[in-house]
């Protein structure tokens, strides 16, 4: 069974087990249902344990163990989904206790992520993320890498070590280990090529504001996406539904362009090994002139998601990122009190609903106050035939008069103090600051 870890249209029973010292919330488990349902999975049984210490062995102690397999045969149940993240040794006793198929929590997102890459790109994300887990665990996944090839443990004539695997007598083991690692280096190249290739693309859109949208999954950022921009990105009630990074321009109030982009959501507890993997996905964030945060203040987790949002965020070096929170779906708040206590956490946030168009236009206006960060009015002289600064300056500022004089033009332009460094980099003949 362990050959394959899908967990799609599979009678599940979820465990968690929360240590008496750590802070519990209301529904421990409720952000893991909606990840097994997300895959796909059937929910017949619940399990939350306060445990005193993590047993070696099971991590929940054999006589809890044994309760989980009552409950398995009771429930008829396919997986046991652990919210925690268990060792190989730990999956393989609780197996042999429970007699069903375990996987703990990084298991279940990276088979979620398998089942939504599209592109090329996440594909390959994900294979790499899902080997780097793997990697580690293969001594204690498989039965069949006990087994000996070549001569040392063949019985028939003949059967020796195939080329490539070191001669006779090598361990089945060590075969797929060298195996992965050498896949595992293979899509780092593969991904690294990719990477260069963003980071070119981002670094050739230097002259733009920059937007990311960012947020825990589901929030609701490809919706806001598709209403500022009409980009068609797929939308679903579910999560992680799109791994994809999208850019659209997106014009403000002036004709002023911008780009905006939408990332692959997260989740608390997010594998580290996707954090990784998904580096390039993340880029898009890292450069950013500004994130928009997109909060799910409908959500009853309201705050330990933003919380959690915040963190992956830290963890990826934007902590110190211009940061505009949005209270999404603030039409179909269900508490009050939650709804309340998040805007006295976050004074400065925008209530907005992506899916009604609620406040997009107080968005706009908040993003292009952002956009300029104050107005900066200057003359500048320059070649008519700068067909490069006119249409930055067509794109970033307004021009309040033009003057053509011979093969040149003077222009009085009002400028945002970020745009104004950028305005300088195209070396005009003549630019000075003047008084409005």
């Not at 394959?4 to 802070?23: C, F, P, S």
């Not at 107005?375 to 067909?387: F, L």
Request: glycine share 6%.
């Amino acid at each position: 069974m362990r050959d394959n870890i899908a967990v799609r249209r599979e009678r599940a029973v979820l465990v968690g087990a929360v240590l008496k010292n750590q802070t519990e919330h209301d529904d421990e488990l409720a952000e893991l249902t909606a990840l097994a349902e997300s895959a796909g999975a059937v929910i017949v049984d619940r399990i939350q344990q306060k445990i005193l210490e993590i047993h070696p062995s099971t991590y929940i102690g054999k006589g809890k163990a044994e309760m989980i397999r009552q409950r398995v045969k009771k429930n008829m149940a396919d997986v046991v989904i652990f919210d925690n993240d268990l060792s190989p040794g730990q999956i393989r006793e609780l197996e042999a206790i429970v007699q069903t198929k375990v996987i703990d929590r990084s298991e279940l997102i990276l088979d979620i992520f398998a089942s939504r890459a599209q592109t090329k790109q996440a594909k390959l994300q994900v294979e790499l993320a899902q080997l780097e887990y793997t990697y580690p665990r293969l001594t204690r996944m498989w039965s069949h890498l006990d087994t000996v090839t070549g001569a040392a443990g063949s019985k028939g004539a003949g059967a020796v070590g195939a080329i490539g695997t070191r001669g006779p007598g090598e361990k089945q083991l060590e075969i797929d280990r060298r195996l992965v690692s050498k896949r595992i280096t293979e899509l780092k190249r593969e991904l690294a090529d990719i990477d260069k290739r963003i980071v070119r693309e981002i670094e050739a859109r230097k002259s733009l504001f920059k937007i990311c949208l960012v947020g825990y999954t589901n929030a609701g950022k490809s919706t806001l996406m598709n209403a500022l921009t009409n980009a068609g990105v797929y939308v679903e009630d579910r999560l992680f539904a799109t791994l994809d990074t999208r850019t659209r321009q997106w014009t403000l109030e002036g004709a002023k362009k911008t780009l905006i982009s939408d990332t692959v959501g997260f989740v608390r507890n997010l594998p580290h090994q996707l954090v990784a993997s998904f580096k390039a996905t993340l880029e898009e964030a890292i450069h950013a002139d500004l994130l928009l945060h997109v909060v799910d203040v409908s959500n009853e987790d309201v705050e330990h998601q933003a919380q959690n949002a915040r963190k992956v965020l830290d963890e990826i070096g934007c902590g110190n990122k211009k940061i505009l929170t949005l209270f999404n779906k603030s039409d179909i708040v269900r508490s009050q009190a939650h709804f309340e206590m998040m805007q006295t956490l976050y004074p400065e946030a925008i209530c907005i609903s992506a899916r009604t168009g609620l406040n997009l236009d107080l968005l706009k206006r908040k993003v292009l106050e952002i956009y300029g960060g104050g107005t900066v009015y200057c003359r500048i002289i320059a070649s008519a035939a700068d067909g490069r600064l006119q249409n930055y300056l067509k794109s970033a500022a307004t021009v309040l008069k033009r003057q053509y004089i011979d093969s040149k033009v003077m222009m009085e332009v009002s400028i945002g103090k970020n745009q104004f460094p950028e305005l300088k980099r195209f070396k005009p003949l003549e630019i000075e600051e003047i008084a409005q």
